[in-house]
């Protein structure tokens, strides 16, 4: 869908994908390009493989990169455009692949998670770390660009962290949607010495 900010006005951009319609669309990212790259998810998992990565051209044109996913959700693109991420929701993992005008190529798993729900948001910072939203175990991972865990943030009384954003007049504030209490929490990711799997909590 598309948004105007000032009307508030909302029309339908993309609603088909080969003629069929979408299974349930979760999450977005744009491209160097204009390009849209989005998770078709719905009920998809490891014995319903249906999920799919689509790529939209500026001008709407749904392209499939990779069907038969189970539950693909949150993803991000690299500075160089090519490299791509995915949250695999249902395998508890992040998969790693290449995207060019080809296509997607070079598809190999890059972080496997465990315990709780899979991962759900994605970013990536200025250093190239993947900050990972873990569904089910209320915190966000952070990842080194070789994928290392360095750093743990934990929200308390929480377990299902879903969606996570940088801070527009503050890169290094994290804000994280708590499911589990209606709440939208922050945490600095800028904290000196932190150790592996290092505990912190947000502020205030």
Not at 48 to 71: F, K, M, N, S
Not at 137 to 149: D, I, K, N
Request: proline share 7%; charged share 20%.
């Amino acid at each position: 869908m598309v948004v105007d900010p000032q009307t508030r006005a909302v029309t339908p951009f993309v609603t088909m994908i080969d003629g069929k319609p979408m299974i349930g669309p979760n999450d977005l990212i744009f491209g160097p390009s204009g390009e849209i790259y989005f998770t078709d998810m719905g009920n998809s998992d490891l014995i319903r493989p249906t999920g799919r990565l689509v790529r939209l051209t500026p001008q709407g044109e749904a392209q499939i990169l990779i069907d038969g996913l189970a539950a693909p959700n949150g993803l991000a693109l690299a500075a160089n455009g090519m490299t791509l991420y995915l949250n695999m929701f249902r395998e508890n993992a992040v998969w790693q692949m290449r995207v060019d005008a080809s296509g997607a190529s070079r598809v190999s798993r890059f972080i496997q998670l465990s315990g709780g729900l899979g991962p759900d948001g994605l970013l990536l910072d200025r250093d190239g770390n993947l900050l990972i939203a873990h569904g089910g175990l209320g915190c966000v991972w952070r990842y080194s660009a070789r994928g290392e865990p360095d750093l743990r943030i934990q929200a308390p009384n929480s377990y299902m962290i879903t969606n996570i954003a940088f801070g527009i007049d503050d890169p290094e504030m994290l804000y994280m949607v708590d499911s589990t209490g209606s709440r939208i929490l922050r945490a600095k990711l800028d904290i000196p010495g932190a150790l592996p799997y290092s505990h912190t909590s947000y502020p205030g």
